[in-house]
């Protein structure tokens, strides 16, 4: 194979891959899902990538929900710099609370579709279609979504199209990517799947030791195949539940309208999105845009008062600390405790989908994410604080 150059994508550099890489995000993947499950003895591959591979504890985008961190796996960078930092926001200009799913929002380009202009075979798989269109933008390569799999992917994968609440729904993306390697050999594929599992199964328990040792089959393929497998998640999940097994939310919307008159303060939820089943659109992140005459460091300091709340922080504060556009996120920014969860108004959440006690992500308690290889890493400098968006970097710079 003649030499193919290095890449620089957003001011990173990645060598040219040597084998197939396949990188995998799997959706609200804590560490302990795979520890539980490779001790119950149920997922013998990932037990190997531990053991003879390479594994790290990494941190994820602040709010720690899907679309911000996936976007960080695929350029490399922060939102600072791409520009997604949730589901939804409120667009200031078009002064309209929006989806975010639109790729004219993303502010950088791929390292997948750098690689494919750059003459790579690139594949992309999602569960949930929300994040095709951002994951896909200026690709040229195979994106398709098994939420919205057209005919052609279902012969192909030789699956049912699942429903979109369901664990077959990341099982089919794991099917397509062994039969995409089998197929067209991609240079470059990424995958990623769904947490409907997580959002309902802890680590532990059955349903999630099933999940993760269906995966642990087709990872095992794909390795078999020679691929280099890079694994990472773009968040944690913890129970968001108190004892009587009500969601522990914390309305700031009602709690706003008490203290500055109603409907003066705005609170957008960036977990917001249309499959709210799983979680009632409660997660532990929120920003509020403050009416001009508000004051801000005293609304601030009132916020920090309230239990639950582990951290308010001014629209600045938040956007350096995370590495965040200050121009897509209010005056303030709202993280609560591990297993709280931060809601608008009461009255404007249905949980009547809620068939399992809440389990949600958004905050800083769901930073800590898997980083496993299924090869050795060499030349990492061992302070380097690691990032689920370092995953291209490792695979392709220091394996
Ligand atoms: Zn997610
Ligand atoms: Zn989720």
């Given at each position: 194979?003649?030499e193919?150059?290095?890449l620089?994508?957003?001011?990173?550099?990645?060598?040219?891959m040597?084998?197939?890489l396949?990188v995998v995000?799997v959706?609200?993947?804590?560490?302990?899902?795979?520890h539980?499950?490779?001790?119950?003895?149920v997922?013998?591959?990932l037990?190997r990538?531990?053991?003879t591979?390479?594994?790290?504890?990494?941190?994820?985008?602040?709010?720690?929900?899907?679309?911000?961190?996936?976007l960080?796996?695929?350029?490399?960078?922060s939102?600072?710099?791409?520009?997604?930092?949730?589901n939804?926001f409120?667009?200031r200009?078009a002064?309209?609370?929006?989806m975010?799913n639109?790729?004219k929002?993303?502010?950088?380009?791929t390292?997948?579709?750098?690689?494919?202009a750059a003459g790579?075979?690139v594949?992309?798989?999602?569960?949930?279609?929300?994040?095709r269109?951002?994951?896909g933008?200026?690709l040229?390569?195979?994106?398709?979504?098994?939420?919205?799999?057209?005919?052609?992917?279902?012969?192909?994968v030789?699956?049912?199209?699942?429903s979109?609440?369901?664990a077959?729904?990341?099982?089919?993306?794991?099917?397509?990517?062994?039969?995409?390697?089998?197929?067209?050999?991609?240079?470059?594929?990424?995958?990623?799947?769904?947490?409907?599992?997580q959002?309902?199964?802890?680590p532990g328990s059955?349903?999630a030791?099933?999940?993760?040792?269906?995966?642990?089959g087709?990872?095992a393929?794909l390795?078999a195949?020679?691929?280099?497998i890079a694994?990472?998640?773009?968040?944690?999940?913890?129970?968001?539940?108190?004892?009587?097994?009500?969601?522990?939310?914390i309305?700031?919307?009602?709690?706003?309208?008490?203290?500055?008159?109603?409907?003066t303060a705005?609170?957008?939820l960036?977990?917001?999105?249309?499959?709210?089943?799983?979680?009632g659109?409660?997660?532990s992140?929120?920003?509020?845009?403050l009416?001009?005459?508000?004051?801000?460091?005293?609304?601030i300091?009132?916020?920090?008062?309230v239990?639950?709340?582990?951290?308010?922080?001014?629209?600045?504060?938040?956007c350096?600390?995370?590495?965040?556009?200050?121009?897509?996120?209010?005056?303030v920014?709202?993280?609560?405790?591990k297993?709280?969860?931060?809601?608008?108004?009461?009255?404007?959440?249905?949980l009547?989908?809620l068939?399992?006690?809440?389990r949600s992500?958004?905050?800083l308690?769901?930073?800590?994410?898997?980083?496993?290889?299924?090869?050795?890493?060499?030349?990492?400098p061992?302070?380097?604080r690691?990032r689920?968006?370092?995953?291209?970097?490792?695979?392709?710079?220091?394996?």
């Amino acid at each position: 194979m003649p030499e193919r150059p290095s890449l620089t994508v957003n001011g990173r550099r990645y060598r040219w891959m040597d084998q197939p890489l396949v990188v995998v995000c799997v959706d609200g993947c804590e560490f302990d899902y795979i520890h539980q499950a490779v001790a119950a003895g149920v997922a013998p591959f990932l037990g190997r990538m531990l053991a003879t591979g390479a594994a790290f504890e990494a941190d994820c985008v602040v709010p720690s929900f899907t679309n911000p961190n996936n976007l960080s796996i695929v350029t490399g960078v922060s939102p600072a710099v791409h520009g997604i930092c949730g589901n939804y926001f409120y667009d200031r200009e078009a002064g309209a609370e929006v989806m975010m799913n639109d790729p004219k929002y993303l502010r950088a380009g791929t390292i997948l579709a750098a690689f494919a202009a750059a003459g790579a075979r690139v594949a992309v798989v999602t569960a949930k279609d929300k994040l095709r269109a951002l994951l896909g933008k200026d690709l040229a390569g195979t994106c398709f979504s098994a939420e919205k799999a057209d005919a052609a992917t279902l012969e192909l994968v030789g699956r049912p199209r699942p429903s979109v609440y369901s664990a077959e729904l990341s099982e089919f993306v794991f099917a397509a990517g062994v039969k995409l390697m089998q197929t067209r050999c991609p240079d470059l594929m990424y995958l990623s799947t769904t947490d409907y599992v997580q959002h309902k199964a802890a680590p532990g328990s059955s349903a999630a030791n099933d999940f993760y040792a269906m995966m642990d089959g087709y990872l095992a393929q794909l390795d078999a195949l020679g691929a280099t497998i890079a694994l990472t998640a773009d968040h944690g999940m913890n129970d968001k539940f108190g004892a009587d097994g009500q969601p522990n939310a914390i309305y700031l919307q009602d709690l706003l309208d008490e203290w500055l008159g109603r409907g003066t303060a705005r609170v957008i939820l960036p977990i917001t999105d249309p499959y709210v089943v799983h979680h009632g659109a409660l997660g532990s992140f929120a920003t509020v845009y403050l009416p001009g005459n508000a004051d801000v460091q005293a609304t601030i300091d009132r916020l920090r008062r309230v239990e639950g709340v582990q951290l308010a922080l001014s629209n600045a504060q938040a956007c350096a600390r995370f590495e965040l556009p200050p121009d897509r996120l209010g005056d303030v920014i709202v993280i609560s405790e591990k297993n709280v969860v931060l809601g608008t108004g009461r009255a404007r959440h249905d949980l009547s989908g809620l068939d399992a006690p809440l389990r949600s992500h958004g905050g800083l308690s769901e930073q800590a994410v898997p980083l496993l290889f299924n090869r050795r890493t060499a030349g990492i400098p061992g302070e380097r604080r690691l990032r689920n968006f370092d995953v291209m970097d490792i695979a392709l710079n220091h394996l």
